[in-house]
């Protein structure tokens, strides 16, 4: 299932009626809403980024120059790599001319989204 699908409320009562226990990503992982917002900002963060990079039209190696990093880096900076700080994913907008404006759109939406989940998953 993609990122933002929900499963219909009758596929779910079938499901936990045969026994299967249905909920969010959140409770798969355990995770408090203090990890799921960092996650989801993460997250909303890479995509901005990528989004951004094919919108200009540049390879992952030529950002990767702009960077001084490499391009595998980039490519874990899109994938949300868990090892990839929020701070090189922020710098990264700003060296290809992101505003504070842009990034702050970009959590933005990511918020809403979140909401949108939450409000499904209840």
Do not use: C
Request: aromatic letters at 4%.
């Amino acid at each position: 299932m993609k990122l933002g699908d929900q499963m219909k409320k009758s596929k779910r009562k079938d499901l936990e009626s045969k026994g299967w226990k249905t909920g969010s990503a959140q409770d798969f992982l355990g995770l408090s809403d203090e990890e799921l917002a960092y996650i989801e900002l993460k997250l909303a963060l890479s995509q901005s980024l990528k989004e951004r990079r094919q919108k200009q039209k540049l390879t992952q190696s030529e950002l990767a120059k702009m960077l001084n990093s490499s391009q595998s880096r980039v490519a874990k900076m899109e994938a949300g790599d868990p090892k990839v700080s929020i701070d090189l994913l922020v710098r990264a907008l700003f060296i290809m001319g992101a505003t504070k404006k842009d990034v702050a759109k970009s959590l933005t939406i990511s918020d809403e989204g979140a909401n949108r989940r939450q409000k499904l998953a209840s």
